[in-house]
């Protein structure tokens, strides 16, 4: 009897054929629909593996449902839909799918400040409905990024890659961190400040802090309060680290300038979510990873992971 591994969504078939020898795979298929909770209960109950991503909440009754559950491999960085505690309790690995997904991540970000600071979806989409009647000089306008300051909130692996991207821009680098990143401060120029006083400074906050009981809504009414007018909020991280009813009040009456959001609090994003009625919000769909590349990096990183385990091996990325 071959292991059975579940996998939550539509993977690529190159990817999913390396399994095939050695387990018995079974895949979500639609790439439109989540898989129905009802339908992921029946499943774990009867695998040995279980592939997830970001979206799928792998609470206690999930973990306690999968008997013979082994492993829980994530595809992605974050881990904070996953109950760890209970995975642990019953000695189910956890796996995630870090480092290759640095690199694409900062580049989303960085399109993100740069569109949502220059106004560029609103602009394109303007001009695809018949909007652009005359050239007008303070039509469109928004704010600079070369040789503005930008504050890191999370200098983790991503942060790090978004700051480096910065300097090309001639930024100022300012970051906050649990600690402090001193290798590279003397090699780049970043400089350390406490959130108070990198809110007040930067002129584009960028939130990557990983989502934990300590970060959630760790930008709130008084954050944002501390910001300046004229600043943006860049969201790539998780949605609950902002707090959406005090951005959507921030952002209404003019307390701070912008905001670009790659997540959200609930995903999908309602199509009614008050923040998508925003002039000056950017909004896209949780892609920071989604390069072809990268996607795919993270698959084989998944597939690894469960091969790791059932060959008597220790995985590489255990949570
Ligand atoms: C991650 O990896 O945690 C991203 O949010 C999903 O790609």
Request: hydrophobic residues 45%; proline residues 4%.
């Given at each position: ?83 760890l505690e209970a995975a642990k309790e019953h ?229």
């Amino acid at each position: 009897m071959k292991p059975k591994i579940f996998i939550t969504r539509k993977m690529d078939d190159r990817v999913v054929a390396t399994l095939q020898d050695k387990f018995d795979v079974r895949m979500w298929e639609s790439e439109s629909e989540p898989v129905p909770r009802a339908v992921l209960l029946r499943e774990v109950s009867e695998v040995d593996a279980l592939w997830t991503v970001v979206s799928d909440r792998v609470d206690r009754e999930l973990i306690e449902t999968g008997k013979k559950l082994r492993i829980v491999a994530n595809m992605a960085v974050g881990y904070n839909n996953i109950d760890l505690e209970a995975a642990k309790e019953h000695g189910v690995l956890v796996t995630n799918t870090p480092n290759v997904l640095t690199e694409t991540t900062a580049d989303l970000t960085f399109a993100l400040l740069l569109a949502t600071a220059r106004k560029l979806i609103l602009a394109e989409s303007e001009l695809r409905n018949g909007n652009w009647k005359s050239w007008s000089p303070m039509q469109f306008t928004g704010m600079d990024v070369g040789g503005a300051t930008l504050g890191i909130v999370g200098m983790g692996r991503i942060g790090e890659a978004v700051a480096r991207r910065a300097k090309g821009f001639n930024m100022h680098v300012l970051y906050h961190n649990r600690n402090r990143k001193h290798d590279a401060e003397a090699e780049h120029g970043f400089e350390y400040r406490e959130l108070d006083q990198l809110l007040e400074e930067a002129d584009f906050v960028v939130v990557l802090t990983p989502y934990t009981p300590d970060t959630v809504g760790l930008i709130s009414e008084r954050e944002l309060g501390l910001m300046k007018r004229t600043a943006v909020l860049i969201n790539v991280s998780r949605g609950g680290i902002v707090d959406e009813a005090a951005l959507y009040n921030a952002l209404t009456d003019n307390t701070i300038w912008a905001a670009g959001l790659d997540v959200f609090e609930t995903e999908p994003v309602p199509p009614d979510h008050p923040l998508l009625s925003l002039p000056n919000v950017t909004v896209l769909p949780h892609i920071g990873s989604a390069s072809i590349k990268t996607r795919l990096a993270m698959m084989n990183l998944n597939a690894q992971a469960i091969m790791d385990v059932f060959e008597g091996r220790e995985p590489k990325n255990i949570v």
